[in-house]
């Protein structure tokens, strides 16, 4: 069984980068999953612990700080640990160190267990094997909810992909913050990179729905409601809060 926290060394690739040769931010997104997937797996409670079980992991929250993105070739490592547990979550850190061993990004992630016939969160305590978190956390945050958008600057249209959809059958939670991040003006994006990133996960979404994004801006910080539309069952999918430099 894994314990301390999972450390792996990762090469950026060239096909990973955008225009600027910064690793994109849904492949950063991806990556974390990824590292929450094998630490959970090695100690003993990741996919198949759960598939056997009839459960399945479901993010609600995230909170990143980003000094910089990682850059192409650039040989980063990557760490990721258990943080906290209580009844019905389960906190998940990380943090990326640069090719000089510098730190260049954390994140802190909620997570929810759900029983899969009923869709309902279930105790973490009760329905996962023991483990002992460690007690460090990334990013010191308890998640707070993020306003309501009343009125936005622009709203940005369209539909589900097929690959937006993860094993779930949802919209992988990575998606919504790359969303939120095209939403901005072209302009603004191309003179300014994401620095603070906060979301809520409020509701599932499906392949085929859609999208709408209403944004408003407020200097170096933007705000973003991501919802379905024109349809029978219209719901608020996620929020999100970017700080840009």
């Known amino acids: 069984m894994q314990e301390g926290k999972l450390s792996k060394l990762y090469n950026v690739r060239s096909y990973e980068c955008d225009r600027n040769n910064n690793l994109r931010i849904l492949t950063l997104m991806n ?3 990824d590292m929450a997937d094998i630490d959970a797996a090695q100690r003993g409670f990741g996919l198949q612990f759960c598939i056997d079980n009839g459960m399945t992991w479901v993010g609600s ?3 990143l700080e980003i000094v910089r ?3 192409i070739h650039e040989n980063i490592t990557i760490e990721s640990w258990p943080s906290a547990i209580n009844k019905l979550s389960a906190y998940r850190d990380f943090e990326i160190f640069g090719e000089d061993g510098e730190s260049i990004v954390k994140a802190s992630s909620q997570w929810v267990l759900i029983d899969l016939k009923r869709w309902r969160p279930i105790s973490v305590e009760e329905n996962m094997p023991y483990h002992t978190p460690i007690t460090e956390r990334a990013i010191e945050t308890d998640f707070p909810k993020i306003a309501e958008i009343t009125e936005g600057d ?3 249209k369209f539909r589900v992909r097929f690959d937006d959809i993860d094993l779930n059958k949802h919209i992988n939670n990575a998606v919504y913050i790359l969303w939120a991040c095209e939403a901005v003006e072209p302009e603004f994006r191309l003179a300014h990179d994401p620095a603070k990133i906060e979301i809520n996960f409020r509701k599932e979404g499906y392949m085929g729905e859609k999208i709408m994004v209403t944004t ?3 200097g170096l910080r ?3 409601s991501i919802r379905t ?3 029978e069952n219209e719901r608020e999918l996620a929020r999100a809060i970017i700080e840009w430099k």
Do not use: E, R, T, V
């Open 222 to 224: 933007s705000y973003h």
């Open 31 to 33: 990556i974390l999953q």
């Open 216 to 218: 408003k801006m407020d």
């Open 69 to 71: 993105l990682p850059k």
């Open 61 to 63: 929250n995230y909170a």
């Open 229 to 231: 539309y024109d349809s």
């Open 154 to 156: 622009s709203q940005f």
